[in-house]
């Protein structure tokens, strides 16, 4: 290579060089002073609109839909029948039930065998009871007059008692029978009640006053007790469900004023406040539930339309602020192209930064090199 080609060479590096660091001493001679103004501190969260008292209807029993009795938009009350499920086999448990409780009664009423035999032997061994009571009152008379033998009376007397243990016996034995055949019924009742209850989980009814939002599944589909079938919430009720980062959870306070934008009215900042603090952390997100409400909530609204929040934190008037940009690492600022002070920073925001104490309010800061 020839000597000119290396001084040009060697010129365009130094001018490269010279413009390296004349745009870097200029950058670093940017400077600004503290402003004194209000500054806020938001955290950011994002979340979806939900209907209040929203839930997810699963069925109780396993089947295949029968009917769906309501359609999406529906408004309905508790207990509003919503979809049945087919299932015979419970249809059928419910009938035996039905005809072993009306069996079970039979027994206990008059019509009893059982309870009909007991009694009849009950009145004999009475009957007799009092028939060997008498005969023992004559022979203890006829004693008294000096007419039979000891013998005699006490023959009468060993009848008497085995009467009378006769007639206990046989008392206690109806007293039982009818006792147990009493517990059967009841028994028989309470599993019909049963056998009812399980044949009435196959209708899915609702627990609220609402809406029916969705229906997730069709008539003839087979569901299970892990499947939803459709989504109820209060009607023209709507909420704020927001996913807030564990890292500022602690910032977060009931009431505090949020600000929600949503891509279904682009442009509109909608205010809502805190209601509603969650204090279990999902373990796979690592977020916190919040829960606002809208203080003027817009004139349509549907559940799970995105939004994103601003969660107002803190609030300070006339606060000493810099520009975010001027602040290194959490604490530090120049006051010279090389110079650096410290300084104790209060709330911070994107823009701007509160410092309470370190710094001036006439005092000029250099913007540092990046």
């Known amino acids: 290579m020839n000597q000119p080609a290396l001084i040009q060479k060697g010129v365009i590096g130094l001018f490269f060089v010279a413009l390296l660091f004349f745009s870097s001493c200029n950058k670093s001679n940017v400077t600004t002073t503290p402003v004194v103004q209000d500054i806020t501190e938001s955290i950011y969260a994002s979340g979806v609109i939900k209907a209040v008292g929203q839930y997810e209807v699963f069925a109780t029993s396993g089947g295949i839909i029968k ?21 015979m086999i419970s249809a059928m448990s419910t009938e035996n039930a039905r005809l072993n409780m009306e ?31 008498i005969l023992l009152e004559r022979q ?15 023959r009468r007397e060993l009848s008497f008692q085995a ?5 206990e016996g046989i008392q206690l034995q109806y007293n039982q029978a009818k006792l147990e055949l009493l517990k059967s019924y009841q028994q ?56 807030v980062d564990e890292y500022d ?36 997100t690592r977020t916190f539930k919040v829960l606002a409400k809208f203080k003027e909530k817009p004139t349509l609204l549907f559940p799970n339309l995105t939004i994103e929040a601003n969660i107002l934190t803190e609030k300070k008037e006339n606060a000493l602020t810099i520009p975010a940009a001027y602040l290194i690492g959490n604490n530090q600022l ?5 110079d650096t002070i ?28 990046k």
Do not use: C, H
Request: glycine letters at 6%.
């Open 188 to 243: 028989s009742v309470n599993n019909l009640k049963i056998s009812q209850k399980q044949q009435a989980d196959y209708t899915i009814r609702s627990s609220i006053y609402g809406t029916i939002y969705s229906i997730l599944k069709e008539k003839g589909e087979l569901v299970s007790l892990q499947t939803p079938i459709a989504i109820i919430g209060e009607s023209n009720q709507f909420e704020i469900e927001m996913q």
């Open 249 to 284: 959870i602690t910032k977060v306070k009931m009431q505090q004023r949020v600000f929600i934008t949503m891509d279904s009215y682009r442009g509109e900042v909608f205010e809502a406040a805190v209601v509603r603090i969650e204090p279990y952390m999902n373990q796979r």
């Open 342 to 369: 410290l300084v104790a920073v209060g709330i911070a925001n994107m823009q701007w930064v509160e410092i309470t104490s370190g710094l001036d309010v006439n005092q000029k800061i250099f913007l540092p090199v």
């Open 103 to 133: 069996l079970s009664k039979d027994k206990t009423g008059p019509a009893s065998n059982t309870l009909r035999e007991l009694e009849s032997r009950v009145q004999l061994a009475k009957a007799k009871m009092k028939n060997d009571s």
């Open 67 to 87: 009917e769906i009795l309501v359609k999406e938009g529906d408004t309905i009350n508790p207990e509003t029948p919503l979809f049945v499920i087919d299932n």
């Open 163 to 167: 009467a009378v243990t006769d007639f």
């Open 334 to 338: 120049l006051t010279g192209p090389s």
């Open 140 to 154: 203890k008379n006829l004693w008294a007059q000096q007419v039979g033998s000891k013998v005699d009376l006490e």
